[in-house]
């Protein structure tokens, strides 16, 4: 039973759907504060919806870059050693059309960020929220608008001397290259918000006997290639109707009895003094660009180990080259200068020049 | 001690008696003795043949028909005779360490970071439907976190003030605190099986489709949420989820999948709380879409009246067509299959009798049908398909096959309840081109070689 109040209340929420679900789950959940909502409220749509007020110079935005983005996308946003290229593919026709033609050339190699991005909101919106790619969210705002602004100089969509702000960004968008160059015409959105519901564009139908088909082999693995994802026995189960196949031996070895793989159980990572080396490496995101043994966009560490064995003073070095970072000895490619305690300093360095044990 | 463990005759057949084993002389000398009470004789000479098989030791006992029988039943072996491990031993068990290869792994030379980058489920050894947590695919974007779920929260607001009543936060402890569902759905990243839209590139199963998990999922239906937070469904029809951690990834779902009761904000996966890899402690589940809408580490939902045009909706997760346009905003991962056995990078032990099996899905529904070739697609007959078969979930098929010694080229082809068939890869191509990266959902074909040897290939 319920008192005239109560049911009248009751009556109120089941026809207000959001107040019954309130009334349903007393004490779950509360009113988000302004304060905690612009915290996190960090999106900008496409039209511009959520874009801070603010600005920003081509100028600044290449000394941003230089100290921050480079060392990942090159000093003019070219580099492919870690991430797709950003820059490049791009013409002034294209700024014109708003869409990029080399799109249609299958002969060109890759496709960058300029070429594919439709709406400038999404490149402040990513550089915002989510780069520096080892420290994202650390830009001020009008960072971000100059780090912007020189990506897309880079790509001749503003000049050289453009500020870039809230008020002119929508401007910016009607030069973006490949701005008319996406279509929602398709059936793998699964609304009705997005235009029409289009049927599936791909139309199979399903013979069972007869069918025309030529089972011609087109593709296969060169036999060069085999070992490329590694031996495949040692990716296969042990027990059962098969085993991988050693693609370390030739094709076609047919073996002569069981099968022996050995199992691989994983080792315990032993212990070693390299432990706190390898736990800084991770804290502190070194093998974002450094391989252990190989040249990622920085040396591998092995390789730096190997490059200073003989010198006597190669731990105080490399201290310092972490510290502020450099350029010119191992490629182009700058490394940022990197402010870690003295203690950590002093753990990386001596474990580099001992010999950059991996384990 | 050695890893190397004794790997018995895979037939079960008698053969010759493995080398460093015990000859049929040294057998019924054994036995011999032991009934006459030897028995520090008897245990000497087991342990000296057990310790040469473990060690996999060469020692040169040549090899003799076994023909008293198996000697793996004729001679008991160690856990037969001896007092096993305690409880607890690990208080969160492993698999068998002979169980070892059976790993997540990356694809070489697909990322040069590992932080940004991809491990593939390794579906050739895997049952049923059920991806085991930690086997489970990952895909990060910069790198896993293991977040403390109490300080994690979710913030529930508008793009406008007219999109909701108010904006709300809630505690894991809140979100548990409601009423939970669970449900199985696979998971399956927009880009699986995309390296292989031209060409054959990867040689198993793992690699071309292992960007697939199916996991029982726990957690609250979104709607309930929106509810609390009074959203105006006429005028918010586009949901933005973003994650926490450094990416903080955004997709755009459509509010028609959240009122269909579908969505779900989940902590839950296969009885235990996420894997910190899989978005611990708070993901979203969006069953049938593709994966990176499932966003992980979950710390808001904005509902608002247009799409968001986020970064891995409008530079990444797009899909190039003939002609130059770019899809945006595909979503729905449409019906596919597999072989998962026999498969790629396989090799058959022998001739005779094999259970052809393999898992299909469709983000559209239910797998209706799933049809398997073994002469690479001229006649085909219907699999069995394993119960459960749910909606948005995979489901598991088999096909009884007696392999000749002949080549074979195995397919399979599913199809769902809204009529649509699997294509092939010609066909997928004639409309789409090969450029696309994303949403490659063709037939699967595996040659089988006289040699036994299994590999990927890709039909004229």
């Known amino acids: ?359 | 001690m050695s890893a190397t463990p004794d790997i018995p005759s895979p037939s079960g057949r008698l053969r010759k008696a493995p080398e460093s084993f015990l000859t049929p002389d040294g057998v019924r000398t054994v036995f011999a003795e032991a009934k006459q009470g030897r028995r520090d004789f008897v245990r000497g000479a087991f342990a000296a043949a057990l310790t040469g098989a473990v060690a996999g030791s060469a020692a040169a006992q040549a090899p003799v028909a076994a023909t008293e029988g198996d000697a793996n039943i004729l001679t008991l072996p160690e856990h037969s005779k001896g007092l096993g491990q305690a409880v607890v031993t690990d208080g969160y068990g492993k698999p068998s360490k002979y169980e070892a290869n059976v790993q997540r792994r990356q694809s070489p030379g697909l990322t040069q970071t590992t932080q940004a980058s991809v491990s593939f489920a390794p579906l050739q050894s895997l049952f049923g439907i059920v991806t085991p947590s930690g086997l489970h695919f990952e895909r990060h974007h910069q790198g896993w976190w293991d977040i403390d779920p109490s300080r994690h929260r979710l913030m529930v607001n508008g793009s406008g003030d007219k999109l909701l009543k108010r904006p709300m936060v809630f505690t894991m402890d809140e979100l548990m605190r409601l009423p939970s569902v669970s449900r199985f759905h696979f998971i399956e990243c927009g880009a699986n099986t995309g390296m292989e839209w031209g060409n054959v590139a990867v040689p198993t199963c793992q690699y071309t489709h292992g960007m697939l998990s199916c996991s029982e999922f726990t957690g609250v239906p979104l709607r309930v949420l929106f509810d609390l937070a009074g959203v105006d469904y006429k005028r918010a029809r586009y949901v933005l989820a973003e994650g926490a951690d450094g990416s903080s990834m955004t997709r755009t779902v459509p509010m028609e999948l959240v009122e269909s009761g579908e969505v779900l904000v989940a902590y839950g996966q296969n009885g235990e709380m996420l894997r910190p890899e899989q978005g611990y402690p708070l993901r979203l589940v969006v069953p049938g879409v593709q994966g990176v809408s499932w966003v992980k580490y979950l710390r808001r939902l904005e509902v608002g009246d247009q799409p968001y045009g986020t970064k891995d909706e409008t530079i990444h997760y797009i899909d190039l067509m003939p002609g130059g346009l770019h899809r945006q905003y595909t979503s729905t991962q449409e019906c596919k299959s597999v072989v998962t056995t026999p498969s790629g990078g396989q090799v058959l032990l022998d001739k005779g009798y094999y259970q052809i099996s393999g898992l299909a899905w469709s983000g559209r529904g239910k797998v209706k049908r799933v049809d398997v070739t073994t002469d690479g697609g001229r006649n085909w007959r219907t699999a069995r398909l394993q119960d459960p078969v749910m909606s948005k979930c995979l489901t598991r098929f088999t096909l009884d096959w007696q392999w000749d010694g002949k080549p074979a080229v195995l397919q399979s082809r599913a199809s769902d309840d809204t009529g649509y068939v699997q294509p092939s890869a010609r066909q997928l191509r004639a409309v789409r081109g090969t450029r696309s990266i994303y949403h490659n959902n063709a037939i699967q074909s595996w040659l089988v070689e006289e040699s036994g040897e299994v590999r990927n290939v890709q039909l004229a």
């Not at chain 1, 580099?79 to 050339?105: Q, Y």
């Not at chain 1, 089972?215 to 991988?244: H, I, T």
């Not at chain 1, 201290?319 to 490629?331: D, F, L, P, T, Y």
């Open chain 1, 1 to 359: 039973m319920c008192s005239w109040r109560e049911c009248i209340a009751a009556l109120v929420g089941v026809m207000a759907l959001g107040s019954a679900a309130a009334q349903t789950y007393p004490g779950i959940g509360r009113p988000a504060t302004k304060a905690e909502v612009a915290a996190w409220d960090i999106d900008v749509r496409p039209d511009f919806k959520g874009l801070p007020k603010g600005s920003g110079s081509v100028g600044q935005g290449q000394e941003v870059w230089e100290a921050k983005c480079a060392s990942c996308h090159g000093v003019f946003g070219e580099s492919n050693e870690v991430f797709m290229p950003l820059v490049g593919g791009t013409t002034a026709e294209d700024i014109k059309t708003g869409r990029v033609a080399r799109l249609n050339d299958s002969t060109f190699p890759g496709r960058t960020t300029l070429m594919k991005v439709s709406t400038v909101s999404t490149l402040w919106d990513y550089i915002n929220r989510a780069m520096p790619w080892n420290a994202p969210k650390s830009l001020k705002t009008d960072e971000v608008y100059a780090v912007t602004a020189y990506l897309l100089s880079l790509g001749g969509i503003v000049p050289d001397d453009f500020t870039m702000s809230d008020a002119n960004i929508a401007d910016v968008q009607k030069r973006l290259p490949n701005r008319n160059g996406v279509t929602t015409a398709h059936a793998m959105w699964p609304g009705k918000s997005l235009g029409k519901a289009s049927p599936p564009d791909v139309k199979a139908t399903a013979c069972m006997h007869d069918c025309d088909t030529e089972p011609k082999v087109a593709s296969l693995l060169p036999d060069f290639a085999r070992n490329n994802n590694g031996n495949l026995a040692e990716q296969q189960r042990l027990v059962g109707p098969q085993r991988g196949v050693d693609t370390t031996r030739p094709p076609g070895a047919r073996r002569e009895g069981p099968i022996t793989v050995a199992a691989t159980p994983s080792q315990a990572p032993a212990a070693s003094g390299a432990a706190p080396a390898l736990a800084l490496l991770k804290k502190y995101s070194c093998t974002a660009c450094h391989g252990m043994e190989q040249k990622l966009v920085g040396p591998g560490f092995k390789q730096i180990a190997a490059k200073y064995a003989g010198r006597g003073d190669a731990q105080d070095h490399l201290a310092g080259k972490i510290k502020a970072g450099g350029q010119g000895v191992w490629g182009p490619i700058p490394m940022p200068a990197q402010p870690l305690p003295d203690a950590d300093l002093k753990t990386l360095a001596t474990w580099l020049a001992t010999g950059a044990a991996s384990r």
